[in-house]
C-alpha cells in the first residue's frame, strides 16, 4: 500500500494564531480515516492546511511522494487535492453537470462515473446548484470533488444535517469510493458510530496534536477511549 498523503511536522494555524503546532500524518491508498475531536481541536483546520487555505509556519505536505506545500490551493487541487467543506461551495447559479465539467480532470472519474455512484445527480443534471436539496447538494459537491480525481479526498462533516436515509446513502458511496482504488479519503463527522462503520482508521485530534490513533475496530471495542477524548459513551457517540 503506498503512502497518498504525507504530513511532517505541520505547524499551521491564521494570523499569528498556532492551531496545529506540529502534526505528522501518513495515509495509504484505499484508507478512510476518520478525523474526531471536540469543538476546537483543529479539525478543520488540518483539513483547510492540507487544502492551502491556512498560514503554514513550518513542515511540509505531499501528495503521492510530490510536495505540494508551497502550492496555491488551486494548484493543489490539480495536483490530487478534492475538498468538500462544510459549505459545500457548489456554484450555485450553474447546473449540476456545468458543476462538473467546470473543473473535470481527466482520469477514472468522469461525470456519468458520478451520475453511476449517485443516480439523481443524473435525475437532476439539468437543474441549477440552488434548485437542489441540501442532500443532492451534498452530492454534486462530492462528484464535483471525484471529478478533479483526486489522489486525497478530504469530507468536512458530510452529512451534518441531512435526512438519515441520504446519510445512510453518502457513507456507502463514500467507502466504494475510497476502496474502488487510487484514492484515500479523510472524513470529519459528528457522529462517530457512523463513521467508525466507515473508517478503516481513526486519528483523535487535541489542541491540535494527536492523540489517539488507532484502527476504527479497536476504538469500536474500547467505548472509554471515546468518553476520555470526546466526552461520549460508545453508543451514543457524537462529537463535534
Same mark, same amino acid.
Given at each position: ?14 494570523? &499569528?494564531?498556532?492551531?496545529?503546532? +506540529?502534526?505528522? $500524518?501518513?495515509? /495509504? !491508498?484505499? *484508507?478512510? =480515516? @476518520? ?87 443524473? &435525475?437532476?443534471?439539468?437543474?441549477? +446548484?440552488?434548485? $437542489?436539496?441540501? /442532500? !443532492?447538494? *451534498?452530492? =454534486? @459537491? ?99
Amino acid at each position: 500500500m503506498r503512502n497518498l498523503l504525507s504530513i511532517d511536522k505541520l505547524c499551521a494555524g491564521y494570523g &499569528e494564531a498556532v492551531v496545529i503546532p +506540529g502534526l505528522s $500524518l501518513e495515509l /495509504g !491508498e484505499g *484508507q478512510v =480515516l @476518520a478525523l474526531l475531536g471536540r469543538n476546537g481541536t483543529g479539525k478543520t483546520t488540518l483539513i483547510n492546511s492540507i487544502v492551502g487555505v491556512t498560514r503554514r509556519f513550518s513542515g511540509a505536505v505531499k501528495i503521492a511522494g510530490r510536495d505540494i506545500t508551497r502550492l496555491r490551493p488551486d494548484q493543489r487541487a490539480r495536483a490530487g487535492i478534492g475538498w468538500v467543506p462544510q459549505e459545500r461551495n457548489i456554484f450555485k447559479s450553474l447546473t449540476v453537470e456545468e458543476n462538473m465539467t467546470a473543473v473535470a480532470q481527466d482520469g477514472p472519474w468522469t461525470v456519468e462515473k458520478v451520475y453511476d455512484m449517485f443516480p439523481r445527480l443524473r &435525475e437532476r443534471r439539468r437543474n441549477f +446548484g440552488n434548485e $437542489l436539496s441540501g /442532500g !443532492e447538494q *451534498q452530492m =454534486l @459537491a462530492i462528484g464535483r470533488a471525484l471529478t478533479l480525481n483526486p489522489k486525497v479526498l478530504l469530507l468536512d462533516e458530510p452529512t451534518e444535517g441531512l435526512a438519515p436515509i441520504i446519510v445512510e446513502e453518502l457513507l456507502k458511496a463514500l467507502g466504494q469510493i475510497t476502496r474502488a482504488g487510487g484514492i484515500c479519503s479523510i472524513v470529519v463527522e459528528q457522529n462517530a458510530q457512523k463513521i467508525l462503520g466507515l473508517a478503516d482508521r481513526v486519528v483523535i485530534l487535541e489542541r491540535g496534536g494527536i492523540v489517539h490513533d488507532a484502527a476504527s475496530a479497536a476504538l469500536k471495542s474500547d467505548p472509554q477511549v471515546l468518553e476520555r477524548y470526546l466526552g461520549v459513551s460508545g453508543t451514543s457517540a457524537k462529537t463535534h
